[in-house]
T-cell receptor
Framework: SQTIHQWPATLVQPVGSPLSLECTVE??????LYWYRQAAGRGLQLLFY??????ISSEVPQNLSASRPQDRQFILSSKKLLLSDSGFYLC??????????FGQGTRLTVV | GENVEQHPSTLSVQEGDSAVIKCTYS??????FPWYKQELGKGPQLIID?????GEKKDQRIAVTLNKTAKHFSLHITETQPEDSAVYFC?????????????FGKGTLLTVNP
């Protein structure tokens, strides 16, 4: 069966520090991968999606970047965090006319 | 691009009552409409979905209806229980082509009071 792993679960980082969040998927090959963010409200904002290794599409201009170095690995990064980067980050796979499976999320607090 | 509107943003019901959440979408080419439940501090989980070739789908206490002409779809929860309390999201996407994105509504916080 397919599983998605996302870590860490919580993270507190100072302003200006770098960020690396990792997501890996098991049990499927060539998945569509997504990074979403939930800010103070409840909405899910799509940040990045990837349909293959090295292929990244950005939905909104921001202080973050994404990379897909392997088929089932998706990484969210920042060189210098801002206070506004705080939020709940969710990785997902699937989508595109089918169900999307979400990870358990990372609560990021920038202080 | 697709735009999904979801109402209400909050909903409070008594245990045993029914709850209805409504969504509208803008892209007539969308053909897949899932509903997700998100409990506090967790990732969303699919609870039911419907495709555009079907008007209604049921799974025990939950059901989803779709009106393609009006471009709206609804989630119905009957005999609500306290464990149904969560945030619910609707979403829309289209299969095929190069569009791989699920567009979500802003969510509905459902509270079921014992």
């Amino acid at each position: 069966s397919q599983t998605i792993h996302q870590w860490p679960a919580t993270l507190v980082q100072p302003v200006g520090s770098p960020l690396s969040l990792e997501c890996t998927v098991e049990g499927t090959s060539n998945p569509n991968l997504y990074w979403y963010r939930q800010a103070a409200g409840r909405g899910l904002q799509l940040l990045f999606y990837s349909v293959g290794i090295g292929q990244i599409s950005s939905e909104v201009p921001q202080n973050l970047s994404a990379s897909r170095p392997q088929d089932r690995q998706f990484i969210l990064s920042s060189k210098k965090l801002l206070l506004s980067d705080s939020g709940f980050y969710l990785c997902a796979w699937g989508g595109g006319g089918t169900e999307a499976f979400f990870g358990q999320g990372t609560r990021l607090t920038v202080v | 691009g697709e735009n999904v509107e979801q109402h209400p943003s909050t909903l409070s019901v008594q245990e045993g009552d029914s709850a209805v959440i409504k969504c509208t979408y803008s892209d007539s080419a969308s053909n897949y409409f899932p509903w997700y439940k998100q409990e506090l501090g967790k990732g969303p989980q699919l609870i039911i979905d419907i495709r555009s070739n079907v008007g209604e789908k049921k799974d025990q206490r939950i059901a989803v209806t779709l009106n393609k002409t009006a471009k709206h779809f609804s989630l119905h929860i009957t005999e609500t229980q306290p464990e149904d309390s969560a945030v619910y999201f609707c979403a829309a996407s289209k299969s095929g082509g190069s569009n791989y994105k699920l567009t979500f509504g802003k969510g509905t916080l459902l509270t079921v009071n014992p």
